[in-house]
């Protein structure tokens, strides 16, 4: 995060000559060069100033130094805050850090093109390789960079020496804080900038106002939940998961990261043959963590299947394989799905009602992946209200909670592993577990053809049996 | 000849942009002044001049069906420096307000930041304006009174920037730099004498090698000398 305004407005009172901090003269061969502080004046002057402990204050002034608000002047690699006699200097506003104002590749480019003039071609082998990336990326800027370099460098010559050797050292700062040599600690990389930059001073003119009354007015306009309701479902919520929780409530066999056992991992596999207790009882807690595991799933498809309701958690399958699966097959499946399980006088003609099934077909004509949202939200809750309460009392559920493993703890095994590595099988590929997975889906396809073949043989039966005795 | 032309112009946006950004450097700074809040005016405006004189050369040259295609290819070069190096005083020009907005040199309450700098930016406006002394005839609070200037200004800056982009179109990535990386060591000669207090010792053995080298030469030439006379005085003895 870069740091606020309000810092500004501190290192603007730093420089009070009355309740600032004392400066002192920097000697350098024969000359003199003003201003520059003790890092103890400023320690002390924070802690005075803000009224904070004395850890803070060390921690702030720290990070004064690391912002590249302040430069120490003896060791500049070294961005921290010493409190004994070492001298610092405040950096020019140009230079301090903002959001805004980034430190550009071409800038680095000039600078490292202008050291280059002035060491005689020896830079440090970071920058080395800092300058040949840049000359490789920016390639086409390369001779304005030149020529630039050239021109500062000539400027600069126009200043009085004093002056010249503290612009060095407050360049040297910025690039060291922008552009860190490696192994020092990187204080900007803090991963993307916000969008808003908080420290931006906008212009508040008549759209700024317009869009911030619309936005107060929505805000007003929303729905809100009490705390103590929202509070009281997260108890609730937290009470009932307990202990699932492997890490609140340690997890069998083992913690897999601790024993170097991933026997955890084998027996909580997606499609396992036994699954565990926990994982059964989990079922019961509510309707969403029975159909979100395929487990699960499965089980309640043998349950539906019982009960011929069995296409409703197909179709409900059948919505999630459109919603998440490729862009490119969303109209081909969507196709499908309508003739499998919504057309009338469909192989597996789901139950939904007139209206829900209009607004379906209408946005059938114009396929995408969120189409079958309402006939899948309504066959969810069909499933969740009816078919549900009457799954947790089946036999169905009942046998696999009967049949669910409760597996051994095992014992973390004491390191006697000196001599020998243990052999670490790598998991199954994606690949396969995929191809497992398209397997066992075709055969349950397969499967559920049968019924239905079967249930449309027995009715042809019965109206040939009918007909003959006319 | 044009491009002879245009490449004094570019040279000259150059030499103004590099002085623009020194003086932004200085703003907040102990060498602020009301002498710099001035300085930084006429530069500006100076670099606006050359800005639009180069850009008038410029696209008269490229909208030219008539230029060989070599001719072409080096013009596109001179567009691509002279885009960027506007790209360059337009930020300048944004920070110079910013930071102008920032530290208002009158205000009692507000102090100026101690940079260290003790000196003026005289001599580097005196460059960038190309004469020998700067005059200094403005009001004393310039300093606010400019800043509507340079709003406006980096708002025409900004327009002109656009125009160029929407009319000329030459992509930045094909042009290839003459200069090969480190060219810039091979022009400038010595450093030596300017800066004091040796940021690095490294400055040191590279001038200690050339003179190691040039004793060595004159050891072994001497070594020569004395090993004929030995072997003549031998010989005629």
């Keep these: ?470 | 000849m044009v491009k002879e032309e245009c490449k004094a112009l570019l040279d000259a946006l150059n030499k103004v942009t590099a002085c623009y950004r020194h003086m932004v450097l200085t703003i907040g700074g102990t060498s602020d002044s009301q002498n710099l809040r001035e300085e930084l005016k006429k530069t500006r405006q100076k670099a606006q001049e050359l800005a639009v004189a180069n850009r008038n050369k410029l696209t008269t040259v490229l909208k030219d069906k008539t230029v060989s295609k070599e001719d072409k290819a080096e013009f596109e070069r001179l567009w691509v420096i002279f885009s960027t190096c506007l790209e360059i005083l337009e930020i300048d020009m944004r920070r110079a307000l910013e930071l102008g907005h920032e530290f208002p040199l009158n205000v009692p309450k507000k102090h100026l930041i101690q940079t260290g700098m003790s000196g003026g930016t005289s001599g580097v406006a005196a460059r960038a304006m190309s004469v020998q002394n700067m005059k200094y005839e403005a009001e004393h609070n310039i300093d606010v009174v400019d800043l509507k200037d340079l709003e406006n200004e980096i708002n025409q800056v900004g327009e002109m920037m656009y125009e160029m982009e929407m009319k000329v179109n030459v992509p930045q990535w094909t042009v290839e730099a003459k200069q090969d990386p480190g060219a810039e060591l091979k022009s400038t000669i010595s450093v030596g004498a300017s800066s004091i207090g040796m940021i690095s010792v490294e400055e040191n053995k590279s001038f200690c090698d050339i003179s190691k080298v040039l004793a060595g030469i004159i050891f072994a030439a001497v070594l020569i000398i004395a090993i004929v006379l030995a072997v003549c005085v031998v010989k005629l003895s």
Excluded at chain 1, 8 to 26: H, S, V
Excluded at chain 1, 57 to 79: E, M, Q, W
């Design chain 1, 1 to 470: 995060m870069l740091p606020d305004r309000r810092v500004e407005a501190l290192m603007m009172e730093m420089q009070n000559p009355d309740t600032g901090i004392k400066t002192q003269t920097q000697r350098v061969l024969i000359t003199n060069i003003p201003h520059a502080v003790a890092g103890n004046d400023i320690f002390q002057w924070i802690l005075q100033r803000l009224q904070i402990t004395e850890e803070e204050a060390l921690h702030l002034g720290d990070l004064f130094v690391k912002y590249g608000y302040i430069y120490p002047l003896l060791d500049p690699k070294n961005l921290t805050l010493k409190t004994d006699g070492s001298l610092y200097r405040f950096q020019t506003p140009y230079f301090w850090p903002a959001q805004s104002w980034p430190a550009d590749d071409t800038d680095y480019a000039i600078y490292l093109a202008k050291k280059n003039i002035k060491r005689k071609g020896i830079l440090e082998e970071y920058e080395k390789e800092h300058y040949n990336m840049l000359n490789q990326k920016i390639n086409y800027k390369w001779d304005f960079v030149i020529m630039q370099a050239k021109e500062q460098y000539k400027a600069g010559k126009e200043r009085k020496k004093a002056d010249r050797y503290a612009l060095d050292c407050q360049e040297r700062a910025y690039w060291l804080v922008n552009r860190t040599p490696p192994g020092m600690l990187d204080v900007l990389e803090y991963g993307l900038d916000r969008v808003t930059d908080p420290n931006e001073k906008k212009k508040k003119t008549i759209a700024v106002y317009r869009r911030e009354i619309m936005y107060y007015q929505q805000a007003i306009m929303k729905t809100r939940v009490k705390s103590s309701v929202s509070l009281e479902g997260l108890v609730k919520y937290s009470e009932q998961f307990l202990s699932n929780d492997p890490i609140l409530s340690g997890c069998l066999p083992s913690n897999p990261w601790i024993t170097d056992d991933p026997d955890f991992w084998d027996l909580n596999a997606k499609l396992v043959e036994v699954p565990t207790r926990t994982r059964v009882e989990r079922w019961a807690f509510n309707f969403n963590e029975l159909i979100r595991d395929p487990k699960g799933r499965q089980n309640f498809q043998l349950f539906l299947r019982k009960e011929f309701s069995g296409e409703n958690l197909s179709f409900w399958e059948a919505c999630e394989d459109l919603k998440y699966g490729d862009q490119s097959k969303v109209k081909e499946k969507a196709e499908e799905i309508y003739k499998l399980f919504l057309a009338p006088g469909a192989r597996r003609w789901i139950n939904i009602d007139g209206t829900t099934m209009g607004i379906t077909v209408k946005g059938l004509q114009h396929p995408h992946r969120y189409v079958l949202d309402a006939a899948q939200t309504h066959i969810y809750m069909l499933m969740k209200k009816d078919s549900y309460g009457r799954y947790l009392k089946s036999p169905v559920y009942k046998e696999m909670l009967a049949k669910a493993v409760v597996p051994q703890e095992t014992v973390k095994k004491s390191s006697t592993f000196l001599f020998g590595r243990r052999q670490l099988r790598s998991s199954p590929s994606p690949i396969i577990l995929r191809q497992q997975e398209e397997e066992a889906k075709a055969r349950e396809a397969a499967a559920t053809v049968d019924i239905t073949q079967v249930m449309s043989k027995l009715d042809r039966r019965s109206q040939l049996k009918k007909e003959p005795p006319k």
